[in-house]
């Protein structure tokens, strides 16, 4: 008999419940999730930060006289024509998961150098391809997570230094993500 009593009380205690926190009206309209403004299936958003740096900058820092964008996907590139030494190409990339320790061990394996720089008071690395004067990339902290670097890729010849470039172009990302 006791057994059936507590049975008893406990269905009692959770149709108690049940019936109790069921008793709300929200007025208003259903909308579907994350509805109000509709949905855009334009995509016309995506690889927005290929825009990040204004193309008339990557010019001037490079000391181009055009840069086209070539490429947009996993990173973002842009071939330069009208350099002292020639055509050549700057390369923007953005690893959302990324850190500079995995850079630095990924170069490591790759044989690259890597040197610690700093911009704009953050700890950065600055990347050479083994005897290749004529590349650059500079790699930092993004925002707000990951790291985003710069390439800057020269033909052989008189140019500017590609390093300064490539640290110029990665300061104007991170003064334009805050």
């Not at 059936?4 to 009380?9: D, E, K, T, Y």
């Not at 008793?23 to 995509?43: C, E, H, L, R």
């Not at 959302?96 to 790759?110: I, Q, R």
């Not at 020269?154 to 640290?167: L, S």
Request: charged share 15%.
């Amino acid at each position: 008999m006791k057994a059936r009593s507590v049975l008893v009380a406990t269905l009692a205690v959770v149709v108690g419940v049940s019936v109790g926190g069921c008793g709300k009206t929200v007025s208003g309209t259903a909308q579907p999730a994350g509805g109000g403004g509709g949905i855009n299936t334009n995509f016309d958003k995506l690889l927005r930060e290929c825009d990040v740096v204004k193309k008339d900058d990557i010019v001037k820092t490079t000391g181009a006289q055009d840069a086209q964008g070539s490429f947009n996907g996993a990173v973002c590139m842009w071939s330069l024509a009208g350099t002292p030494s020639g055509d050549g190409m700057v390369t923007l990339n953005w690893y959302e998961m990324g850190s500079l320790t995995n850079e630095k061990t990924t170069n490591d394996k790759l044989g690259y150098s890597s040197t610690n720089v700093n911009v704009q008071g953050r700890r950065s690395l600055q990347i050479h391809r083994p005897n290749d004067n004529d590349s650059c990339g500079v790699m930092t902290p993004a925002a707000d997570t990951g790291i985003v670097g710069w390439w800057v890729n020269y033909h052989p010849g008189g140019h500017g230094d590609p390093c300064t470039a490539a640290q110029k172009l990665v300061e104007l990302t991170v003064n334009l993500a805050r």
